[in-house]
């Protein structure tokens, strides 16, 4: 049984990630800031625990990871205020990998988005700019780590149902928004987490027709 810590644990992904997790027979913990969702975190099987990131230091993060063996984050600000899209997506994000390494947490799995990189190229006057820089800053800071880290790009999120099957990007210029499903997420995120050969890469995916233990099977030249 592996002990993992879900940061983030009331989105959508993560309420997912948790029951695919616990059926794997897997002691999940789910941290989110809301006490009113404790009882949809709790359905899930996962223990709840209610903090919020935000506002917890390092070592106080660290004290949350204590005994776990991995972190997935899935935290994040939802957008529509730059302030706290940098307090959440990067701040609190590099707290908690600093917090991994000081709680002795070796696996850490950061969802991130499809192409994210500090050559964005969003400008600053842009809505996205400060999510697209939090987030390059963020999984930059991961990669920087003594953590054996995956990094998950999935593209543009839909409510479709899983399907088991995704397109790991081959490097090359993408044609149009790429699409996945959260459930798909959660799947690769599960996947991941099991399979030691995706330490240290990171995966840009969208929906598409390959098994997802197939496509991760082989790094791909856009693994980063």
């Known amino acids: 049984m592996s002990h993992v810590t879900i940061l983030g644990g009331h989105g959508k992904v993560a309420l997912i990630l948790a029951r695919l997790l616990q059926a794997g027979g897997n002691d999940v913990t789910s941290v989110f800031r809301n006490p009113d969702h404790t009882d949809e975190v709790e359905a899930t099987g996962a223990t709840a625990r209610v903090a919020d990131l935000e506002q917890l230091s ?3 993060i660290a004290r949350l990871l204590e005994g776990q063996d991995a972190v997935v984050w899935s935290a994040g600000a939802g957008g529509g205020n730059p302030e706290r899209t940098w307090a959440v997506d990067r701040d609190a994000a590099i707290r908690a990998i600093d917090a991994a390494e000081q709680a002795g947490v070796r ?18 006057d842009d809505s996205f700019h400060a999510y697209a820089q939090a987030k390059a800053d ?10 054996d880290w995956t990094v998950l790009g999935p ?9 088991g099957k995704i397109d790991v990007a081959d490097g090359g210029e993408r044609e149009g928004e790429q699409h996945t499903s959260r459930a798909n997420v959660a799947l690769v995120a599960a996947a991941v987490l099991d399979d030691p050969s995706t330490v240290g890469r990171t995966i840009d995916f969208s929906d598409g027709g390959t098994l997802i233990a197939e496509a991760l099977g082989e790094p791909k030249a856009a693994d980063r």
């Open 58 to 60: 390092t070592e106080e």
């Open 138 to 147: 963020a999984d930059d800071h991961l990669r920087a780590s003594g953590l």
């Open 155 to 163: 593209g543009a999120l839909t409510l479709e149902e899983a399907t």
């Open 107 to 124: 696996r850490f799995v950061m969802i991130s988005y499809f192409g994210a990189g500090q050559d964005h190229g969003i400008p600053e």
